[in-house]
């Protein structure tokens, strides 16, 4: 019988074999023990494994199409290379960005590809290897009394904080938690103070702590730039997550893309380990293979343990029964980053520095503006205010996605909605991870919703009828309307958007399907001429 | 002794036992919810989301299928939104699913139709392209996959993999392309696959089939007759269902596919083996001895009549005692008698015959 260690490396048993080339997985089932069909199934959830023979793959996000990313991939391919459209790539602000092996190469201009020919290798081979990637960040301050992650802040290695709140113990730093009314980054902004008191109350002793750097909603690309700036904050942040809910083994895992904040983070945790800070406390670095919906907790869960990542059914919620059944605490890189500021300035301090919401929060801006970056800003400033942060907008504003590709599209007139999460809840959107996209007149709308559908489309992991059928459903329908002229057929091509929709958001297992709809859903409501 | 527990289901207060899923308590209570993904033999999917009820105090539906019953629990199975979303539901599967009801019925009837149209769902929603892969390759005699009508529900993989032990099948691929899949797309024949034909028998659509019974165009099941019967390969004891072509043969009748029982009704429990489930085609083979065969005295094999025959068996060992001693006889049966057979040949052996000479296949 396989262990549980022995599933849990299937996936990176598979990179290391190049993919899943014929012969790959029953090799490995024969070294490992997990059935040959299980291997295959795994490797056939995942685009880094299941297609070897890719060279480079060029992001078709929205953000990146809206830079040439179309034409780019043409070139690549006219090049003679082996490519392939991706999903977003999380280099929204520097578009278009292209995919060699795991390396992102962004803000990649067409000559470049060009140039290179037909070796992926000669794109851009100058480039140093470990900065290429860090963008934009704003307010560009040290400000550590006014930025609760202060991305330009330098690093700080000396475990304040964490002997500060061990020092405190963990009931302190619970109610310090509560007072600080801090929200999951992640998406769906749960208070974090009620899932460490689940997890602390477990009954079973065996806990664990996951870092999900699986960074994958289009638009999104904070938890990339914290990974790059602020690693020290993830690493002590993490330690005291763990020390707080009583875990001692701390799982990171990051996107498959991530190649360079992967360096940045890995430093940081041998740096801390060299100057024995979290004396107890071993961190575990895996590497995602190419699927968003692992960003979904329990997706990711499952991959960690070597499974095809589909999300499980809630409850049970991963308080009670997590990593290999047992009680986990997860949270997104920006959360976590978090709380050394909230440990030692204390709750009061981190809930003060928003305005509609608690706390400072990152905001991603891409798209129609001036500088697209990684803001850090008051929780619930407004569209205006956060793009004029970023030099301002470049065309006239006529929608915007508050929270990623999953939020749907929102009117130039909502510009003034608090960016927080009850307001645009309210407004049937939501503020996700903030990966704000901002489209000016030029863009077609009913374009904006296809490249849309597309990403729900090839990232829904398939399990459940809704969203698996649904999300191709509503892709293939658009794609007739578009199609068809105006007055033939073109009405009727969307006829069973609003039941599909209704169906996708009851119906589906997790977040994917649930919001899968709502960029065609909602520019209907809101552009209903971009239909017409 | 603790009381026992309740909850309710469309107002109705109904006991269960610790462990018990809402599906299992409705079930017991006679209330029909539909299913897709569930097989009792399986941990529940949750996948097909076909099973969806209300429960008050839940902002959204919950599969009855894996959904734990707990004390208090306020269920509702037919409500206005239950009935939206199972149209909307079949509805979806519709669209993705290949035109046509009863041509779906030569593997074996698909639930999908039935459900669609138990539920009146909408029939005209646009059709897709249907992307999923098939194996169409895989030589195997015995089991086909149709990937147009699969709904990946994953009860063949589950199967094999919770019930047989063998995985030798998986969900493969992701999103509107996942697919079922052996390893590298290999025929059944070069895994581990068994061949029980376990993923057949769970199968709700008939995406997973047989092969013969589609390859010879035989009538859809629900014509068939269905005649219990007990398997003679082995001495397991597995209960099976002869589906019978009344119109075959003839008129006399012609077996055209074997399947097991219902899951929980039977020793089996829903489980046959390779040869219980397709070593059939020697009832109709031709090589298949009809009648009694004596050796004429030109030494070649004529038909003959039974107490014919067995005069002349009954002969030739006697005669075989007197001249070598009752211990030059020995009696071998097949594993394919019935436990009683094989009591009656030992009793033969050695009250008639007289020797202990007495052996039985299955026993080596
Ligand atoms: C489809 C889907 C994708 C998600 N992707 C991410 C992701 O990339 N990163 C992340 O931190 N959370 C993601 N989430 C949210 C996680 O499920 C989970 O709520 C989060 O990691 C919890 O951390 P938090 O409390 O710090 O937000 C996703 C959720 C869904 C439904
Ligand atoms: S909603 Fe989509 S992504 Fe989520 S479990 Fe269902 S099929 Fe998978
Ligand atoms: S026949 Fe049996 S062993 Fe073979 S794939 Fe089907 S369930 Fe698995
Ligand atoms: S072949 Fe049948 S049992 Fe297997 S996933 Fe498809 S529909 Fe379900
Ligand atoms: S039978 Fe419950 S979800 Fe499929």
């Known amino acids: 019988m396989p262990s549980q260690e022995d599933r849990a490396r299937v996936p990176e048993a598979l990179e290391a074999a190049g993919g899943l080339r014929p012969g790959v997985a029953r090799a490995l089932a024969r070294q490992t023990g997990v059935p040959e069909a299980e291997i295959y199934g795994v490797g056939s959830f995942f685009h880094l494994l299941s297609e070897p023979e890719v060279e480079v793959r060029v992001c078709q996000g929205l953000s990146c199409r809206l830079a040439g990313a179309e034409a780019l991939l043409e070139a690549a391919r006219e090049s003679g290379l082996k490519a392939e459209g991706c999903q977003c790539l999380a280099a929204c602000d520097q578009p278009p960005a292209l995919l060699r092996r795991r390396r992102v190469l962004p803000a990649l201009r067409l000559d470049e590809v060009r140039g290179a020919g037909a070796d992926p290798g000669a794109i851009r081979a100058a480039a140093a290897p470990d900065d290429v990637w860090a963008g934009q960040v704003g307010p560009e301050a040290d400000d550590p009394e006014h930025l609760a992650i202060n991305l330009l802040g330098p690093l700080d290695w000396s475990g304040a904080a964490f002997a500060r709140a061990a020092s405190m113990g963990a009931a302190a730093v619970f109610d310090g938690l509560e007072r600080s009314g801090l929200q999951g980054r992640g998406g769906a902004g749960f208070p974090a103070h009620i899932k460490w008191r689940g997890v602390a109350s477990q009954a079973e002793t065996e806990r664990y702590v996951i870092l999900n750097a699986d960074e994958g909603e289009p638009g999104t690309f904070k938890d990339r730039e914290v990974l790059l700036r602020r690693p020290d904050r993830v690493v002590e942040g993490l330690a005291i997550a763990a020390a707080a809910v009583g875990a001692t083994q701390v799982y990171c895992y990051l996107r498959g893309e991530f190649e360079i904040p992967w360096q940045a983070l890995e430093g940081a945790i041998t740096r801390f380990d060299a100057e024995g800070r979290f004396p107890g406390i071993a961190f575990h670095l895996h590497a995602g293979q190419g699927a968003y919906i692992c960003g979904e907790e329990t997706a990711l869960m499952e991959a960690l343990e070597g499974g095809r990542g589909m999300p499980r059914l809630k409850p049970p919620f991963p308080t009670e029964k997590g990593l290999w059944g047992k009680p986990t605490l997860i949270h997104n890189v920006e959360t976590i980053a978090c709380l050394p500021g909230i440990v030692l300035r204390g709750g009061d301090w981190f809930r003060e520095l928003g305005r509609t919401g608690a706390g400072t929060k990152l905001y991603c801006v891409s798209g129609h503006v001036a500088r697209p970056g990684v803001y850090e800003l008051p929780l619930g400033v407004t569209l205006d205010e956060l793009v004029e942060t970023a030099g301002g907008y470049t065309g006239r504003l006529q929608a915007f996605s508050p929270g990623g590709a999953s939020s749907g599209f929102l009117p130039a007139d909502k510009r003034d909605v608090p960016l927080d999460f009850k307001a645009l809840a309210a407004e049937g959107s939501m503020l996700g991870s903030a990966g704000v996209v901002v489209l000016d007149e030029s863009v077609d709308m009913a374009w904006a919703v296809a490249q849309q559908l597309r990403f729900f489309e090839a990232e829904s992991c398939g399990q459940c009828a809704p969203c698996r059928i649904g999300t191709r459903f509503l892709r293939e329908r658009l794609d007739a309307h578009r199609a068809a002229v105006a007055g033939a057929g073109r009405g009727e091509a969307l006829a069973q958007v609003a039941e599909v929709a209704w169906q996708m958001n009851e119906g589906s297992i997790c977040g994917l399907g649930q919001a899968a709809a709502l960029p065609l859903t909602s520019a209907l409501e809101h552009f209903p001429d971009a239909f017409a | ?364």
């Not at chain 2, 030569?106 to 009146?120: K, S, T, W």
């Not at chain 2, 994953?154 to 390893?183: F, K, N, W």
């Not at chain 2, 090589?287 to 002349?312: F, H, I, K």
């Not at chain 2, 071998?332 to 039985?360: D, P």
């Open chain 2, 1 to 364: 002794m603790t009381q026992p527990q309740t909850l309710t289901l469309n107002g109705r207060e109904l006991a269960f036992a610790p462990g018990e899923t809402v599906l299992e308590v409705a079930q017991r209570a006679g209330s029909f919810i539909p299913t897709l993904c569930h097989d009792p033999r399986l941990a529940p999917a949750g996948a097909c989301r076909t099973c969806l009820v209300e429960i008050e105090g839940w902002r959204r539906m919950a599969p009855a299928c894996a959904t734990p019953a707990t004390a208090g629990m306020a269920i509702t199975s037919e409500s206005g939104r239950i009935d939206r979303h199972r149209k909307s539901l079949m509805a979806l599967y519709l669209a993705d699913h290949p035109e046509g009801f009863v041509g779906s019925e030569l593997g074996a009837p698909d639930q999908v139709y039935q459900l669609a149209e138990r539920y009146a769902a909408p029939t005209d929603w646009p059709r897709m392209d249907n992307i999923r892969a098939g194996r169409p390759l895989d030589e195997n005699p015995y089991i086909l996959f149709d990937a147009t009508k699969c709904i990946a529900c994953a009860r063949c993989t589950r199967y094999c993999d919770e019930v047989e032990a063998v995985t030798a099948i998986t969900l493969a691929g992701r999103g509107s392309q996942t697919t079922i899949a052996t390893v590298d797309n290999l025929s059944l024949l070069d895994t581990t696959c068994e061949m029980c034909g376990g993923c057949i028998d769970t199968c709700p659509t008939g995406a997973m089939a047989e092969k013969i019974p589609l390859l010879t165009a035989a009538r859809p099941e629900r014509e068939l007759t269905k005649v219990r019967t007990t398997c003679n390969y082995c001495g397991v004891g597995c209960q099976m269902d002869l589906n019978i072509d009344p119109e075959g043969n003839g008129g006399r009748g012609k077996v055209v596919k074997i399947t097991s029982p219902a899951p929980g009704t039977t020793t089996n429990d829903g489980n046959l083996c390779v040869k219980g489930r397709f070593a059939y085609d020697f009832i109709d083979h031709e090589d298949r001895l009809t009648t009694p065969l004596v050796r004429g005295a030109d030494g070649q094999l004529q038909p003959a009549s039974w107490s014919e025959a067995l005069q002349r068996a009954a002969e030739g060992l006697l005669g075989v005692a007197e001249r070598h001693g009752k211990d030059a006889l020995g009696f071998i049966s097949s594993s394919r008698c019935t436990v009683e057979e094989n009591y009656l040949v030992q009793k033969m052996a050695r009250a008639v015959f007289g020797t202990n000479h007495v052996h039985q296949c299955a026993a080596t």
